[in-house]
């Protein structure tokens, strides 16, 4: 079993920076992903990015020159930095980790409210 605690978000003004936590309680397994979704209300649930644990990242379909995903190992963290926001990045932000080779191996943390203010 693995629970995640996310910690960071909060309300910014569009061009701000902000930065949000996940750490990890439980096994981290060889292949586990470790990264970020985010959703808004009324749609599906998007992929930010997700680091491996030798630290290959897959990014989503957007910003990806605004957001820096990284991964401690030994510490079982991911965060995400987000520059120059804008209001439509505004969304709960999930962490998750996924076993690509098991889709029963699946966890979330509650989400972290992020808000972009224009």
């Known amino acids: 079993q693995v629970q995640l605690v996310e910690s960071g978000g909060g309300l910014v003004e569009a061009g701000g920076s902000l930065r949000v936590s996940c750490v990890a309680s439980g096994i981290i397994e060889r292949d586990d992903l470790m990264g970020w979704y985010r959703q808004v209300p009324g749609r599906t649930r998007e992929l930010v990015a997700q680091?491996?644990?030798?630290?290959?990242?897959s990014y989503g379909n957007f910003g990806t020159d605004r957001f820096i995903v990284s991964r401690d190992n030994a510490k079982k963290t991911v965060s995400l930095e987000m520059h120059n926001l804008k209001p439509e990045d505004t969304a709960v932000y999930y962490c998750?980790?996924?076993?690509?080779?098991?889709?029963?191996?699946?966890?979330w943390g509650r989400g972290t409210q992020v808000t972009v203010s224009s």
């Open positions: 998750n980790l996924n076993d690509p080779y098991s889709p029963r191996r699946t966890y």
């Open positions: 680091v491996s644990k030798d630290g290959v990242i």
